[in-house]
């Protein structure tokens, strides 16, 4: 089967927007910079395992300012059990510099001066602008990348190819959303090793070639999990008990 006509997009991104109305950025953040800087920290690394660093860090330091003062060992000390926590730590100090002499403290609001930043690519700058300002910019990470190839979105060698072809393919009124809404449907549905097909709520559009039969992921959730749909949310944290 080939990639999804013009009809059967339109029903997938509607059928995706009514599954995920609000999809939201699990990244921890305070603002615009921290935004930022936590974006940086999740390329090649989960969400959760930036947010356990953040966590921690951003108290401490979250503006270009606190960051310099906490010098580049200590935040390297900080946020040393990321993937390439050497290449980062030197990314987050330029950028504060830069930030800092260029622009007075503010994070530009612009896709081309965002690319000219110290540690910000594309998929950096899409992300947050659309996280930051609800733009209709399309940030192409490994979910949305994957999932584009597996239920036959579109293709493309590179995520910048698979962004220009969402740019495209994609209507208005569903830019703003697409990338997050498909960001957790890869996370908690559609994941790369086993996907819920039982639990999915794009089930009838879906044109994967690994879409399991409905009766097979049925009797193959109620074996494995008495969970139901709860895997289409993330789980919050348990309280721990005072003592």
Partial sequence: MGLMTKEQRNSFFSALSKAYPNPHCELIWTNHYSLLVAIILSAQS????????????????????KILALGEDKVRSYIKSINYFNNKTKSIMQLARVILEKYNGVVPSDFDTLITLPGVGRKTANVFLNVAYHAPSIGVDTHVFRLCHRLKICTGKTPAEVEEKLNKLVPEEYKKDVAL??????????????????????YEVCLSDEKVPLYEAEKAGKTSSKAGKKSLAPKKAKKKKEE
């Avoid at 989960?46 to 300012?65: C, R």
């Avoid at 809404?181 to 794009?202: F, I």
Wanted: with cysteine; hydrophobic share 40%.
């Fill in 46 to 65: 989960t969400d959760k395992n930036v947010n356990k660093v953040t966590s921690v860090l951003f108290p401490i330091a979250d503006t270009p300012e």
């Fill in 181 to 202: 809404a498909l960001v957790l449907h890869g996370r908690y549905v559609c994941t790369a090793r086993k996907p819920l097909c039982a639990q999915c709520p794009l």
